[in-house]
């Protein structure tokens, strides 16, 4: 098991960017997929990207393709999501999650370690 830690959030206006990181702990990171999730009030949590362990293989939600981008750095053990061009829709609860795997992973039941969340608020 890793553990993770999701920081990064926060306020922007429409059209700005921000980067999420999540940091962990506990195992070699190499051997996780990871995954970014979001959850906005009311809703269901929703796939965003995914990345393999090498980092060779990424998945995006059709949402968010060609705006945010997944990248992980495998010897500072952290992922991260750059988020461009925000829109208010993205406003939402941002987790992190991991799972021992070896193909980019899209639905949540699949893993089994989350972080806590970072919260995005974009205001139009």
């Known amino acids: 098991q890793v553990q993770l830690v999701e920081s990064g959030g926060g306020l922007v206006q429409a059209g700005g960017s921000l980067r999420l990181s999540c940091a962990a702990s506990g195992r070699t990171l190499s051997t996780y997929v990871m995954g970014w999730f979001r959850q906005a009030p009311g809703k269901e949590r929703e796939f965003v990207a995914s990345?393999?362990?090498?980092?060779?293989?990424?998945r995006y939600a059709d949402s968010v393709k060609g705006r945010f981008t997944i990248s992980r750095d495998n010897a500072k053990s952290t992922v991260y999501l750059q988020m461009n061009s925000l829109e208010p829709e993205d406003t939402a609860v941002y987790y992190c999650?991991?799972?021992?795997?070896?193909?980019?992973?899209?639905?949540?039941?699949?893993?089994?370690?989350w972080g806590q969340g970072t919260q995005v608020t974009v205001s139009s």
């Open positions: 990345i393999t362990g090498s980092g060779s293989s990424t």
């Open positions: 999650a991991a799972k021992q795997a070896f193909i980019p992973l899209t639905l949540s039941y699949l893993y089994d370690q």
